[in-house]
């Protein structure tokens, strides 16, 4: 897990779900680019958090990566100052994502799957 991905954790209960929160500085250099006039969070970027915290509830510690991201919808914009809430619950054999930012939706994940890294032993060029 990446702790510096979310800013608290709020509830982990392991296998089932978890709830992380992210706050949105208005100092991160991304708002730099994207977009100056009207700063807004990269949504890879909000995914990276949302496969933190299902990493995090499936408790696979620091070495996951995101294996499938499905269902992904963006509502809301996510702003600088915003401070970020994302619940993941266990669905079959991956997890369901909600992203609320002042209690209101702003994104959602039908399915996303993470698991350990795959650590290739390299292979001959």
């Not at 709830?19 to 970027?45: K, M």
């Not at 620091?62 to 669905?91: F, K, S």
């Not at 994502?97 to 799957?113: C, F, L, M, N, P």
Request: charged share 20%; with cysteine; glycine share 8%.
């Amino acid at each position: 897990m990446q702790t510096e991905t979310f800013d608290r954790i709020v509830t982990v209960d392991p296998g089932i779900s978890a709830v992380v929160v992210r706050n949105i500085p208005g100092t991160l250099p991304i708002f730099a680019t994207h977009f100056p006039r009207f700063p807004l969070y990269p949504g890879v970027l909000l995914l990276d958090t949302i496969a933190a915290a299902s990493a995090l509830a499936a408790g696979l510690g620091e070495c996951w990566e995101l294996r499938e991201a499905r269902g992904l919808r963006w509502r809301a914009p996510v702003r600088p100052g915003d401070c970020v809430e994302i619940q993941v619950t266990a669905v079959t054999d991956a997890w369901r994502a909600i992203v609320t930012v002042d209690g209101r939706k702003v994104a959602s994940a039908d399915r996303i799957e993470v698991g350990p890294t795959e650590i290739s032993t390299g292979g001959t060029l």
